[in-house]
């Protein structure tokens, strides 16, 4: 192109075009910067080169940097979100882009490191993962906050973390507000994105509608749940350590001193707190039901070999497992009988029956509607240890009970009181005094 013809183009795109040079960069550098990209197909180039997925290798500084985020944070490469923007459509294309605003959008999921720099989403690190909000599935790569605990920074300005999750939350929130922020620069640098002229008409290419078949078709249910899992222990670990680290003083350089004296059990802990006790039992140290002390000591030696932040004693464990007992027996109460209608699913560990069935059963007892839809976590675990423990009253009776009971088998009042040992039982009962008693030892002499 001679530069007459340039010159020209130039000045139709200024005069029909609308095109208008900015504080950065003139009408002529536009163009130029334009055609080559057209010209040379060097748009993946330029990609590559300004747009570098983290490889993992290094934590950010960000992170390394700041006490409230290190170690616990140390495996995140970077934030997740997304933003609508809005787009221009043909009324024949313009539902599938309706959402909650109220004009087409196309929802825009981006990375970003945490100073600032977008990154392309390819998760697949091993141990690496991406800090996401609550309108993403929890998994090992994409880390979302607690559900139900506080989470934006504005609730958490007169009123500190009260437990390992609202911390967690409130350091989740303050690291991955780098999104939010990186879009936030975005938008204002390039206005068009938050407010885009009417007159543009963007026509958007179709939607990529065989990739969720795709997917769904390669991924199981099952490896679904057990991703989830792992993302929930992986959070539940973080919550826990964060906790417990503050909890603990510091010295001048920031770093532990002394005991901490209070354990923060996880669901993680838990589980290798039964799975210990399980084995236990079936190493038969368990007399008369009842776990020694040495036994004790070998399960919290254990836990405290796996859990070396926390202060893990046989006290500990006693008392933590005589909790998860208290949590269990509720569930176990109303379907230790194996009450028609209802099966257990080992791998949502839920007990599982048609809508009729639950709706009936929650007629008799209001309380079962806790269990519909709520995981009983390690049920035939808790079965095996404490199933044929619990206190059911079957045999206990008041005295009057035990009179009645024995008139209903047709026995004689005579012959209700057989020796001593039955006086000594009424007559600590207040049933009967010894003045009015009327027995088979009434002519006995004393």
Known sequence: MCPTAFTGLCEILVKDGGLRPTLRI??????????????????NQLEDKFIKQPD????PLEILNNNRFYPFFKDCVGAIDGTHIRVKVSPSEAPKYRGRKDYPT??????????????????GWEGKYYLVDAGFMLRSGLITPYRGERYHLKEYSRNPPRNARELFNLRHASLRNAIERAFGVVKKRFPIIANPDENILAEVDAELTNNDIYQDQHRSSREESEDELRGELLRESIATTM?????????????????????????????????????QHQQGFRVNGTFTVTTLENIAKEMKQKFPDQPIDKEKVKNRM??????????????????????WDPISEMFIAE????????KVKPEVAAWMNKPIRNYEKLYLLYGNDRATGKHAETAAEMR?????????????????????FLVSE???TLENFNGPFEEAQI
């Open 26 to 43: 003139t009408i002529e550098e536009q163009v130029v910067k334009s055609l080559y990209l057209l010209a040379h197909s060097v748009t």
């Open 322 to 343: 005589k909790h998860i007992k208290r949590c269990w027996f509720p569930a176990y109460d109303i379907f230790k009988n194996g009450m028609s209608g209802f099966a």
């Open 243 to 279: 906790m417990s680290k503050r909890k603990q003083p510091l010295n001048n350089e920031g770093k532990s001193v002394g005991g901490n004296t209070q354990c923060f059990w996880s669901k993680q802990m838990d589980d290798i707190l039964i799975d210990a006790y399980v084995h």
């Open 56 to 59: 993992g290798s290094q934590v």
């Open 404 to 424: 009645q009971r024995r008139a209903r088998e047709g026995e004689t009042n005579a012959s209700q009181v057989n020796n001593i040992d039955d006086v000594d």
């Open 430 to 432: 207040n049933e009967v």
């Open 355 to 362: 809508p009729k069935v639950w709706e009936q059963l929650i």
């Open 106 to 123: 196309q929802n825009v999921l981006a990375a970003c490191t945490f100073d600032l720099k977008f990154t392309y989403v390819l998760p």
